[in-house]
């Protein structure tokens, strides 16, 4: 098993900062690729952000590529993703997941564990 607990969320004006953090822990956590999600009120939950076992490989979905940076360190179990410039759009519901294997995927469906969520509002 894994458990995972993001932080980092909170209430934040357009333009802002948030540093989200995932923290893992149980077993071999650092043999897991995270990806990070959003859920919007209303709307599916869809990918933000994912990077690989290793850290050398990171994906980005379009809506916040270039104003998002995921990373990792492994030495610590945390995965984190630095938002800039956040927008209104970018109210949501983040989770974190882990995936078995080097990879991150888009798809939810390859995420065996999930977090339980921070909350993000951005003000206009």
């Known amino acids: 098993q894994v458990q995972l607990v993001e932080s980092g969320g909170g209430l934040v004006q357009a333009g802002a900062s948030l540093r989200l953090s995932c923290a893992a822990s149980?077993?071999?956590?650092?043999?897991?690729?995270i990806g990070w999600f959003r859920q919007a009120p209303g709307k599916e939950r869809e990918f933000a952000a994912g990077?690989?076992?290793?850290?050398?490989?990171?994906l980005y979905a379009n809506s916040v590529k270039g104003r998002a940076t995921i990373s990792r360190d492994n030495a610590k179990n945390t995965v984190y993703l630095q938002m800039n410039s956040l927008k209104p759009e970018d109210t949501a519901v983040y989770y974190c997941?882990?995936?078995?294997?080097?990879?991150?995927?888009?798809?939810?469906?390859?995420?065996?564990?999930w977090g339980r969520g921070t909350q993000v509002t951005v003000s206009s």
């Open positions: 990077i690989s076992r290793s850290g050398r490989t990171t």
């Open positions: 149980g077993r071999t956590t650092n043999i897991y690729a």
């Open positions: 997941a882990a995936a078995p294997g080097e990879a991150a995927w888009e798809d939810n469906k390859w995420y065996n564990y």
